[in-house]
């Protein structure tokens, strides 16, 4: 199962001095705990390190080890998007991730970030862009407003009035209905590309800061 995720390093013995060096370094409050529960040793990157672990009956706790927030976030992505499969492939059964997924302090389990695991591939784009990109949803929104405004005030200048000055004007709402359409559609484009990524990924996590 991690061996074809390349997870599982090569030399045992470093694995298993590894694992140790981990544990030591563990909280006092669950050091005995996982130690006791047949941990493996995982890295899911270099330089990213793990714990697998069978800590009750009816559940596996998968924990990484890194310094760097931003990269924790990255492959607890990977581990929610990869793990479950594998484990149908190498067990026969499902494997489901609880909802909550947590950040903590590695020396004192302090909390820092949580998220929740979310299937998307339900998602279409226009749930998308309310619910995952809802700034840019509004964006758009304002844009598409200011632009039907803008043609609207022109037709009804051209169609009311005839003079230099109403054509000046109206150069000027011509020109602004342009920019915030051109504006629109590129990010418009723009979301329709990320949403084709995004929704490839199956399962994702949403952090409480997005």
Known sequence: MLSELGWLPTDAGFAAAKLAEIIEHLPGTI????????????????????IVSHENSRRL?????????QTLREEAEDVVRQFPEAFHVAFRRDLGFEA?????????EERMVAG??????????WRYLKRVRRREFLTMTTLFVL???SVASSVLIFSLWSSHA??????????????????TLTILITMILEYRAWSNLRVRIKWAFE
């Open 31 to 50: 050091r005995a705990q996982v130690a006791g529960a047949e941990p493996i040793l995982i890295s899911t990157r270099p330089g990213t390190w793990g």
């Open 61 to 69: 706790h998968i924990r990484l080890l890194h310094d760097d927030l």
């Open 100 to 108: 909550d997924v947590v950040i903590r302090r590695f020396d004192s």
């Open 116 to 125: 929740k695991v979310q299937d998307v591939r339900d998602y279409g784009f």
């Open 147 to 149: 632009t039907s405004l």
């Open 166 to 183: 109403f054509d000046y004007w109206r150069g000027y709402l011509d020109r602004g209905a342009t920019a915030f359409l051109t504006a």
